[in-house]
């Protein structure tokens, strides 16, 4: 009995060291993309280009914006980049990333976010969270979630 358990246990360990070592990989994947991804999010505003913002999310996406409903769907990004443009004059911002959590089909990112004007002056700075979606055109945005820290 002890010889045919032994050899379980450590095909066990081996599975879940590898399984751990996906994981990993995996997270680093997402990492790179994320930070590619945030690199060029804000030239969709500078550019006034809504291909470029639409483009880092999911088609089943939520954008879960600050004191107002949730804009879920397929045409969800392209009526939150017009609002952002149109409507709050939004051209250029920055994020900066706390960490990044989790594996496999998502990974949660944590950061910081600054927006500005046309002028380059601060409009806003706060928090977000965005839960990335493993897609067949890589890493999107599936959840993205963000509140000012202004009154």
């Known amino acids: 009995m002890k010889h045919t358990i032994l050899p379980l246990i450590l095909l066990l360990l081996i599975a879940v060291c590898e399984q751990g070592k996906a994981q990993t990989n995996n997270l680093e ?3 790179a993309a994320i930070i590619a991804s945030n690199d060029i999010y804000f030239s969709s505003f500078e ?3 809504s291909s470029i ?5 999911a088609p089943d996406v939520c954008i879960l914006p600050p004191n107002s409903p949730a804009v879920c ?5 392209a009526k939150f980049f017009r609002i952002a443009y149109n409507d709050f004059g ?3 911002g920055k994020f900066t990333i706390i960490d990044i959590y989790g594996g ?3 990974v949660t990112e944590y950061g910081l976010y600054e927006s500005r004007d046309a002028t380059g002056k601060l409009m806003d700075e706060g928090k977000y969270l965005v839960l990335w979606k493993k ?4 890493w999107k945005m ?3 979630s963000f509140s000012s820290n202004r009154k």
């Open 90 to 92: 939004l051209r250029g």
């Open 142 to 144: 599936f959840r993205d």
């Open 53 to 57: 913002f639409i483009d880092r999310y």
């Open 47 to 49: 550019k006034g280009d």
């Open 73 to 77: 769907g397929p045409d969800a990004a």
């Open 29 to 31: 994947e997402a990492r």
């Open 135 to 138: 897609t067949a055109k890589g």
């Open 104 to 106: 496999g089909e998502y």
